[in-house]
């Protein structure tokens, strides 16, 4: 193991958040029971609101962010896990009060540590990293409510971002007829290619929302909030169902209770940091299943450390397409 290693160490001056790159040496690290060499990371949105400050995710300062990671066990006193075993995790309190995955070197609670599924390598898992998991875990709640490929076509609103992406590769490869609804009329060929039936400008969801209007969708994967969620509950089909896991476009909800007593539909409510094990480990067997590896490697791109904090402000920016991996380690 280096007796010095790099990451990136977000401080708080004054009130002023800067992220930069630091040589940290292993007694630098939280307690924890598992040390990983991380060999990737990767960019989230959250990540791009702790990297800049936009908003508080960072509890404790300094701290360093990534609110994912993949690498190979170096020493473990748990005796769940040992050295060579390869691993990831997804959230836990990473980057917000337990230091996070920009960085060679982590120090980690056994429990929070998924074994890496063979069907992926370190960087695939971190392509898929929080919000491939997290669009998984927005599919495994549409087909708890029975929202099944025959009962009609399913919106994801933001679909050429991270959750977007892997929502609509994970569900046309499932048989459903996905609508991408997306700022970006360019990336129309890209979410064809992901599985995409058609795809619709993000105006037509983006205004105030009627309290019910025509039943256009089955379900929904939902990574905007605010007027386009309650643009997609009130163009719910009856007895459909909505995955709502983001807030791109902000965290009101201004919709009418008239879709839920008039239509019977579902707001699926998703949380993916503290997400019992049990339930994670279902996502990552269905995405090992279910996800094309081929269309993951069209979504990707790779970055290095040192490029993370402009992948920051792009991210909250809307310039990310699909997702980002940083290489780390060896
Ligand atoms: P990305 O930035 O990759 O994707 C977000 C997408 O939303 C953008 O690409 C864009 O898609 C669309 N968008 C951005 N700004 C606006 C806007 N003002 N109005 C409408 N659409 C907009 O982020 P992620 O995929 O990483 O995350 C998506 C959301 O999900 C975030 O809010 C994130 O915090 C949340 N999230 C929540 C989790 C949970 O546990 N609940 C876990 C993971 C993510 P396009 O260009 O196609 O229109």
């Known amino acids: ?15 002023t958040t800067r992220a930069g790159l630091e040589e940290l040496s292993l007694p630098d690290l939280m307690d924890g029971d598992v040390v990983v060499a991380v060999s990737h990371s990767t960019v989230n949105y959250k990540d791009g609101l702790a990297v800049t400050g936009r908003a508080p995710v960072v509890r404790k300062f300094p ?7 993949a690498g190979t ?39 929070w540590l998924v074994p890496l599924p063979a069907a992926f390598s370190p960087a695939e898992a971190m392509a898929i990293g929080t919000a491939g998991y997290t669009a998984m875990l927005c599919v495994l709640a549409l ?24 929502a609509v590769a994970l569900l046309a490869r499932l048989g459903y007829r996905v609508v991408a609804s997306t700022g ?24 105030a929302a009627k309290p019910l209007a025509k039943e256009r969708w089955a379900g929904a994967v939902d990574t905007v909030g605010s007027s386009t969620l309650a643009n997609v509950i009130a163009s719910l089909s009856y007895g459909g169902a909505v995955a709502a896991c983001g807030l791109a476009g902000g965290m009101d909800l201004p919709a009418s209770v ?49 490029d993370v904090p402009k992948a920051a402000e792009d991210i909250l920016a809307g310039r990310i397409r699909g997702r980002l991996v940083v290489e780390i380690g060896p």
């Open 1 to 15: 193991m280096k007796d010095r290693f790099r990451a990136i160490m977000v401080r708080n001056d004054g009130g």
């Open 73 to 111: 066990v170096e020493t473990s006193s748990n005796p769940k896990f040992k050295p060579g075993d390869k691993v990831l995790i997804n959230g836990y309190g990473l980057s917000e009060n337990h230091f996070g995955g920009y960085s060679e070197f982590a120090r980690v609670n056994a429990d």
């Open 258 to 306: 008239a879709p839920f007593i008039l239509r019977g539909v579902s707001l699926l409510g998703i949380e993916s940091v503290y997400m019992p094990m049990t339930r994670r480990l279902q996502a990552w067997q269905r995405l090992a299943r279910d996800l094309d590896v081929k269309a993951l490697a069209a979504m990707t791109q790779m970055i290095s450390l040192k």
């Open 184 to 207: 970006r009329p360019e990336e129309e060929a890209y979410l064809k290619g992901l599985g995409a039936a058609e795809i619709i400008p993000r105006t037509e969801l983006s205004g």
């Open 143 to 166: 087909e708890d409510a029975h929202v099944t490929p025959d009962k009609g076509p399913v919106v994801v609103t933001g679909a050429a971002g991270g959750v977007g992406s892997v």
């Open 63 to 69: 701290m360093i962010p990534g609110i994912d990671l």
